[in-house]
């Protein structure tokens, strides 16, 4: 079993930055692919970027250049840095592990203002 708590969503102005984690508990976490996605009020539930054991696999065309996904496993934590923030980025970021994204976190609420 996996649990999952993200943290450092807040507001920001657009242009500025953040930076997101995801802490998990249980040890085999460091062999878990770990997803960031994202849901904004009234859309879909949208993938975000992709991290594997080892590396980064995926960008969502909106996170590319902007948004950097990485891990420390001795931490058993994932990190979201999001620069360049854009007013469309406001949404509950949630992260997600396993192979099939099957434990979640909670979320953690980002709003960007213009």
């Known amino acids: 079993q996996v649990q999952l708590v993200e943290s450092g969503g807040g507001l920001v102005q657009a242009g500025g930055s953040l930076r997101l984690s995801c802490a998990a508990s249980?040890?085999?976490?460091?062999?878990?692919?770990v997803r960031w996605y994202r849901q904004a009020p009234g859309k879909q539930r949208e993938l975000v970027a992709t991290?594997?054991?080892?590396?980064?696999?995926y960008y969502s065309d909106s996170a590319k250049g902007r948004f950097t996904i990485s891990r420390d496993n001795a931490k058993n934590t994932v990190y979201l840095q999001m620069n360049s923030l854009k007013p469309e980025d406001t949404a509950v970021y949630y992260c997600?592990?396993?192979?099939?994204?099957?434990?979640w976190g909670e979320g953690t609420q980002v709003t960007v203002s213009s």
């Open positions: 249980g040890s085999i976490f460091s062999l878990n692919t």
């Open positions: 991290i594997t054991h080892s590396a980064p696999t």
């Open positions: 997600a592990a396993g192979v099939y994204s099957q434990y």
